[in-house]
DNA sequence: CCCAAACTTAACCGTTTGGTTGAGCATTTG
DNA sequence: CAAATGCTCAACCAAACGGTTAAGTTTGGG
């Protein structure tokens, strides 16, 4: 019933981040903010399981959702990942990100590197 | 894509941090090397259920196991970490590690890890 | 050898997750 | 007002998850 109160934010960013489908969300925030429609159209499920998965986001505080008219706008919130990033740095031998993984990484993962793609800080 | 022979990699490491018992898990072996028994001997659940847990982390490369004798030894293996971390990165206004939160959140997470429970080798 | 210790595996169970479809609500447009 | 758009909610389903207990396997020792 209740059991999401049991959940620490930490447990919520997590299990929000093991979805891929939420993953790949995230990185297209992160070039724009978006209209659920828009989020929902490349992937291959119906809108309502979109719907749902910006529902996790929203509730681990990953993305924002803010409504205008009948749009519902996300935006990334990526203060959200900094308690997991610090947790798991606790772990780090490597210190801080190696920038190389880091920009081969995103090579890969976005196609197009988002030095200049980052959605107004607001 | 070869993208998606990470991306499950990814899946596993996320999926296993998602549990908080796992993430404590990987908190005692920040420590030092354990035994199965000695993982399990905190927790409120059967030994069975952690040797789960270690075959989770095991598979996501997150610790590894190597049986002496009749004793397993699970060793933290944080540089599985990076691919995560560097992803999270990808998202990163906030640039390296607030290192204030890091020493709070480390006398939080680690504070009452146990501390009787070393082996003998190192 | 035989038993205990240290784990793992199997079978099972309730809950959660991620998906579906269809109805419903709010808002914009005609 | 009526209809279309944008999105959520409800009901439902299969699969995965985390837990249990019980049995099995391997290793070490009296």
Known sequence: ??????????????????????????????????????????FDVSLAAISKH????????LISQEKRGRVKWCKLEPDALRDASVWMQSFGQFEAVNLDAFEAFLEKEL??????????GG
């Open 111 to 120: 196609g197009d590197a988002p030095d200049d793609t980052r959605p107004s």
């Open 1 to 42: 019933m209740a059991a999401d109160a049991d959940l620490s934010a930490l447990d919520r960013v997590f299990a929000a981040l093991t979805d891929p489908t939420r993953r790949a969300i995230l990185s297209m925030l992160l070039e724009d903010d978006m209209a659920v429609t828009d989020v929902a159209e490349p």
């Open 54 to 61: 910006l529902t996790v986001l929203t509730q681990a505080g």
